[in-house]
């Protein structure tokens, strides 16, 4: 899927899914097509993945039909030009929790080239684009998806106002920081952190955002709040993917042999 298709599915209230790539070998984007997925998610704000590198991961993934979405280091605008410019679909900014953030994400996404004293007059609304330059931006930006992390308690606070910024494509739930924010951390099915997303999922479907959430401790979870409007699925990632196989055959292997094994707790088993 191409990322006019993407913003289109998402914009229709349709479902996504996707996964997070960490491998970033030159043969890998061949394997990852196989899983029919709608596109890929790539991090850049925990991942050491340099500029070259995601350029060509970008490139590549979009030649196979699977929207590249990348989240930058932070939520600063030049960090999301450069994502774009090395072939991004559509950026993620992490730990996004005022509206100004997201105003200011806007321009960099939406109404990219400008910069300067003239995008932020456009962006306060003191002025407005003449009609040859709003059509231009207009065009220029119409394959670009912009997409927020809410993950901490201010974000949820602000919500109202962030999904009211226009050009926000879609919401994406973080469950590490925001459990940890909620003050119950790694606690995914207490009910203060269920309530947290529920209420994200339920108030940006209900102002026409996609939401979604990057979730591996669960699929009924996942399959749950999908059923609640949730339309953007981000599935855990190559790297989990490949320790809980990996860890589940191994320890197979090593039971049925009488070996002792030693789970991801340290834990031994007999």
């Not at 196979?64 to 989240?71: D, E």
């Not at 009609?131 to 394959?143: D, S």
């Not at 924010?181 to 940006?204: C, D, N, W």
Request: a negative charge; glycine letters at 8%.
């Amino acid at each position: 899927m191409n990322s006019t298709d993407l913003l289109a599915r998402l914009k229709d209230g349709g479902r996504a899914y996707g996964t997070l790539i960490i491998s970033t070998s030159p043969r890998w984007p061949a394997e990852v097509k196989k899983l029919d997925l709608d596109f890929v998610f790539l991090d850049t704000e925990h991942m050491s993945i340099d500029r070259d590198q995601l350029s060509w991961m970008c490139r590549t993934y979009e030649a196979l039909g699977m929207a590249p979405i990348v989240r930058i280091p932070y939520p600063d605008p030049h960090q999301a030009t450069i994502a774009l410019d090395a072939g991004a679909s559509g950026i993620v900014a992490p730990y996004v929790e005022t509206v100004e953030q997201v105003q200011a994400l806007r321009g960099a996404v939406k109404m990219r080239p400008l910069k300067g004293q003239k995008l932020q007059k456009l962006l306060e609304g003191t002025e407005t684009a003449e009609p040859q330059l709003a059509e231009y931006l207009k065009e220029y930006n119409r394959e670009h998806i912009l997409i927020v992390n809410i993950e901490s308690q201010p974000a949820l606070d602000a919500l109202d106002e962030i999904l009211a910024v226009p050009g926000l494509d879609a919401v994406l739930i973080g469950p590490h920081d925001l459990s940890c924010s909620l003050g119950v951390p790694e606690q995914y099915r207490h009910h203060l952190f269920m309530q947290a997303v529920e209420t994200i999922i339920k108030k940006a479907r209900a102002a026409g955002v996609a939401a979604g959430i990057h979730y591996f401790f669960g699929v009924d979870q996942e399959i749950g709040w999908g059923k609640e409007g949730m339309n953007l699925f981000i599935h855990a990632s190559d790297m989990t993917a490949f320790m809980e196989s990996m860890s589940r055959d191994l320890q197979i292997i090593k039971e049925g042999l009488g070996d002792k094994t030693i789970d991801s707790a340290n834990r031994i088993h007999i």
